[in-house]
C-alpha cells in the first residue's frame, strides 16, 4: 500500500471516529435520561415521550449544517450543489419536520398513539445516517477544493501533477498587530 493511500485511509478513520464522537455527545443526554427511566422500570414510557424525536431533530439540523457547510466550500463544485441541495431538501422532510411535528403534538397531547413508539428510533436511526452521509459528503467536497488534489490526467494517483506543483497552498494570512498608538 503507498503512503498517500495510507494517508487517505488514516484521513478517512480519523473523520469516522470524529464523525460518531459527534453523535455520541448527542445522544449522551438521552441516554442518561433512558437509563434513569429504566431504573425506574419504566423504559416503555422513552418511547412515548419526545425524547429521540428532539435528538433526532438535532442531529437533523446538524446535518443539514454539514451539507450548507459542503456546498459553500467551493463555488467551482457546480455539478454537485444539485445533490446537496436534495439532501437538504431531504433531512427537512424525512427528519426535521416529521420529528419536530412528533415533539409538538406529544407535549400537547395526553394521548400518544402507539406507533409513535416506533416511528422514533426509525427517524433517529435515518437523522444518524443523513449525519455521516453529510459529513462524508462535506469531506468529500473539502477534499476537492484543495489544490493537491488536482491531478494531471493519465497520473497514478501517488503522483503529483505539474499544476499543483506549480501552485502551492498559499501561507496563512499574516496580519499586523494593533498598537496601542492606532486611531479607531
Known sequence: MSNNNQRQEQYSLSMMYGT???????????????????????????????????????????????????????????????RIVFFIALTLFVVLGPAIILILSMTGNADIPGFVAFVQPVLLIVAISLYTTAVSIANILNRASQPSAVRAPGKLAGQESALSEAHPEPPPLDLPRRTGNDAY
Open 20 to 82: 460518531y464522537a459527534d453523535i455520541l455527545f448527542v445522544l449522551f443526554p438521552f441516554l442518561v435520561i433512558a437509563m434513569q427511566r429504566l431504573w425506574d422500570g419504566n423504559l416503555y414510557q422513552s418511547l412515548m415521550r419526545p425524547d429521540l424525536s428532539v435528538a433526532a431533530a438535532i442531529l437533523a439540523g446538524l446535518a443539514i449544517g454539514k451539507f450548507v457547510l459542503g456546498l459553500v466550500t467551493n463555488q467551482d463544485l457546480g455539478r454537485y450543489k444539485e
